[in-house]
């Protein structure tokens, strides 16, 4: 089965700058990559995802990038705000009505 | 975006007996849901796929006789932990991706908090 590989687990970056987090899954199959934050004792909240016919995708302060070959995405923030301060997930399916497989997380910190 | 309504949002029991967590699709029929469980910490883990009229199937190392799934309806499916024990408190999580929307994008419950105490 599909296996998503998260980088860092955690994260600390200055008020401002921008920070990346990687993931890399084993599926080839896989056609759906959706990024999630998530705070603490709330449901994950979708922030951008990207299917597998794009390359990149933006929304304001944030991107994903995807490359099929070497099986990994990332997700980009520029800016980084403390607010941004949250565990994020990423993750990969086949698409259609197949479950989300979840890296394991990266506690991104943003100081003031 | 569609609806995921979970219930109870927490719930306090004790040592040995039985608990009912409840998942909706409040605007979109869900012939397949998905049951995740999240230790503190740690990632959605997926337990089990609710299949509306058949049997869930289950992750590999999760108790199907503990963890039973019902899903009778096109909109409601519920995952009872049968005799919990301290080590099932965990946070757990439904989801469901609808059909037709036009979006592969999956919708989770507000989550439940269960602690066995």
């Given amino acids: 089965g599909e296996n998503v590989e998260q980088h860092p687990s955690t994260l600390s970056v200055q ?42 995708k ?14 990994h995405f990332s997700l980009h923030i520029t800016e980084t705000q403390p607010e941004d301060s949250a565990v994020y997930f990423c993750a990969a399916s086949i698409g259609g009505n197949t479950p989300l497989v979840f890296g394991k997380g990266t506690r991104l910190s943003v100081i003031a | 975006g569609a609806v995921v309504s979970q219930h109870p949002s927490w719930v306090i029991c004790k040592s040995g007996t039985s608990v009912k967590i409840e998942c ?17 910490k740690q990632s959605l883990m997926l337990m089990a796929t609710s299949n ?21 309806s096109l909109t409601l499916s519920t995952l009872t932990v049968t005799s919990a024990h301290p080590e099932d ?13 036009g979006t592969s994008e999956a919708f989770f419950g507000q989550g439940t908090r269960l602690t066995v105490v």
């Fill in chain 1, 15 to 56: 008020e401002g700058d921008s920070a990346v987090i990687k993931c890399t899954y084993s599926d080839s199959a896989s056609n759906y990559f959706p990024w999630y934050k998530q705070e603490l004792g709330k449901r994950p909240q979708l922030i951008i995802d990207i299917r597998s016919n794009v390359g990149e």
């Fill in chain 1, 58 to 71: 933006k929304d304001q302060r944030i991107a994903v990038t995807l490359n099929k070959t070497a099986k």
């Fill in chain 2, 24 to 40: 909706r699709s409040l605007d979109f029929q869900a012939t397949t849901m998905f049951w995740y469980r999240q230790f503190p």
């Fill in chain 2, 52 to 72: 509306e009229g058949s049997k869930a199937t289950y992750e590999q190392g999760v108790e199907k006789d503990k963890f039973l799934i019902n899903h009778a």
């Fill in chain 2, 89 to 101: 408190s965990s946070f757990y999580i439904c989801s469901a991706r609808p059909a037709d929307r």
